[in-house]
């Protein structure tokens, strides 16, 4: 009994919203705010993030022109071209929970060569490599657009960390080791497009279905106005994380929860396609942009006694009253405790494009996939 109370006092129903600290003052409130968003909810607001809003406005007017773009010119940086798992995604072959997601997208990362060397042992290393850009011809300014905008979005994402280290009690470097080497680390973003579908048959379809972000954590832009995001609370209600302009959306992943022993909160997340109305169809697809702020490729999440993060009593007890989670349907990563995270980055994309897996790391792709490709 005692059990179920202290659950719904500490559920949520709402997600906040924090703004970005510019003074000391501001400073203290925010890092409080970001601990109960870290433990309670998994997911918040930041406004007033320093990432300018040229920027933004700059990369926001391309994305309709990158998805009108003529079929041939979008296939010519497909996906399935690029072991990196880089590039163009078309409508209806991407996978979250054998079930189809009804989205479009490109999906770019921060600029990194590949690092593999060739060994068969190491192939999971050439999930990092160079992004495919459109023909700078059919969209002018584009590349250099996301690149501007990623890199702003990665020094906030590196702010972030340091923030959520002091905010666990770690001081400002508490989390740095999960980025020792520079060099193995690359940030994944995409730009996503959610067209409103031709009819929704009594309920709204799959965007991209139930799951949990991998990494540290997720700078999320949400580029229109559409509803869609939703946001699964401990009894399991979907919470709608409706866009709230000039905000990003921030959430974290399951590395930072497996790295914190479960203080940290990945909170399972969905998108429902935007409703089939003619409403909806005037104002066109639903556009967002995901930013994953990723560690070393090389970490084992496993290894917690190498990273000897010691927590407060304090916190500890603010997550063992935080109650436990309903069982989510989400997509698991049971994997992280004993392959590098760069191997579970590998895992997750075949899981969620067995096209580019077949052709491009056909054992693993045998191994999830043993009756071939989804139908
Ligand atoms: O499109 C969105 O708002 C969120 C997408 C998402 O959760 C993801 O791609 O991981
Ligand atoms: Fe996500």
């Not at 920027?55 to 041939?72: C, D, T, V």
């Not at 290393?125 to 160079?130: L, Q």
């Not at 909160?265 to 396609?273: C, D, E, F, I, K």
């Amino acid at each position: 009994m005692s059990n179920i109370s202290s659950k719904i006092v500490s559920d949520f129903s709402s997600i906040p919203v924090i703004k970005y600290p510019n003074s000391s003052d501001e400073h203290a409130k925010f890092i409080g705010s970001l601990q109960n968003a870290l433990i309670s909810t998994g997911f918040f607001y930041l406004s007033d993030a320093p990432v300018s809003s040229e920027i933004i406005s700059a990369l926001g007017s391309y994305i309709p022109k990158l998805f009108k773009l003529p079929q041939e010119e979008k296939d010519k940086f497909a996906m399935v071209n690029s072991p990196h798992f880089l590039g163009y995604t078309k409508l209806g072959s991407e996978w979250t929970k054998q079930k189809v997601d009804w989205r479009e997208q490109i999906d770019i990362a921060t600029p990194m060569a590949s690092r593999w060397n060739g060994t068969e042992e190491e192939r999971w290393m050439n999930v990092w490599g160079p992004s495919q850009y459109p023909d700078e011809a059919v969209l002018p300014g584009f590349r250099n657009a996301i690149d501007t905008y990623q890199a702003e979005v990665s020094k906030l994402g590196d702010q972030l960390v340091k923030y959520i280290a002091e905010a666990l009690g770690l001081g400002p470097n508490g989390l740095d080791k999960f980025y020792e080497v520079k060099e193995k680390m690359q940030h994944r973003g995409k730009i996503v497009s959610y067209p409103v579908p031709d009819s929704d048959e009594g309920e709204r379809g799959q965007g991209v279905g139930p799951h949990y972000d991998a990494g540290f954590l997720t700078i999320l832009l949400q580029a229109s106005p559409h509803p869609g995001l939703q946001v699964q609370n401990l009894s399991g209600e979907w919470i709608d994380a409706t866009p709230i302009p000039g905000t990003f959306v921030i959430n974290f992943g399951r590395a930072l929860e497996f790295a914190t022993q479960g203080i940290v909160r990945a909170t399972s997340h969905r998108v429902l396609s935007p409703p089939a109305t003619d409403e909806w169809r005037k104002v066109g697809p639903r556009y967002s942009v995901p930013f994953f702020h990723n560690i070393d490729m090389c970490v084992r999440m496993g290894d917690r006694e190498k990273w000897g993060l010691e927590f407060s009593e304090e916190i500890l007890r603010l997550r063992d009253s935080r109650g436990k989670l309903a069982n989510t349907d989400s997509v698991n990563y049971s994997e992280f405790l004993t392959e590098p995270s760069g191997k579970v980055q590998l895992v997750g994309r075949v899981k969620s494009h067995p096209d580019v897996a077949e052709r491009h790391y056909p054992e693993v792709f045998k191994q999830f996939f043993p009756n071939g490709l989804p139908k």
